[in-house]
Nanobody, 126 residues
Framework: QVQLVESGGGTVQAGGSLSLSCSTSGLTLSGTTMAWFRQAPGKEREFVAAIFRNGPNTYYADSVKGRFTISRDNARRTVYLQMNGLKPEDTAVYYC???????????????????WGQGTQVTVSS
């Protein structure tokens, strides 16, 4: 059974940093596309960042480019999201997602991912 478990969320002041982790089990990460999405209250889920298959190419939403960094450690079966320069508008529940057969043109589409974590809350105060 494939499981994804996020951790590292919390509350931080604007300008601060947080590091999220997503630990996986039940499969090998080799060849998979890993991504982070987020959903703020009253808003639709949105793409944040992704590593396509084994990397090294990474992709970001314009709103986080230059502030967030996605990385992965296949040996540890973990994907990370380093978030710097946080803004109040980054407040959301952050989800990691995984897919084994995704094509590049679909990496920003949440519906294309087969597996999801339960989410971790990130709150940025002004």
């Amino acid at each position: 059974q494939v499981q994804l478990v996020e951790s590292g969320g919390g509350t931080v002041q604007a300008g601060g940093s947080l590091s999220l982790s997503c630990s996986t089990s039940g499969l090998t990460l080799s060849g998979t596309t890993m991504a982070w999405f987020r959903q703020a209250p009253g808003k639709e889920r949105e793409f944040v960042a992704a590593i396509f298959r084994n990397g090294p190419n990474t992709y970001y939403a314009d709103s986080v480019k230059g502030r967030f960094t996605i990385s992965r450690d296949n040996a540890r079966r973990t994907v990370y999201l380093q978030m710097n320069g946080l803004k109040p508008e980054d407040t959301a529940v952050y989800y990691c997602a995984l897919d084994r057969g995704l094509i590049l043109s679909s990496i920003r589409t949440g519906a294309q991912y087969d597996y999801w974590g339960q989410g971790t809350q990130v709150t940025v105060s002004s």
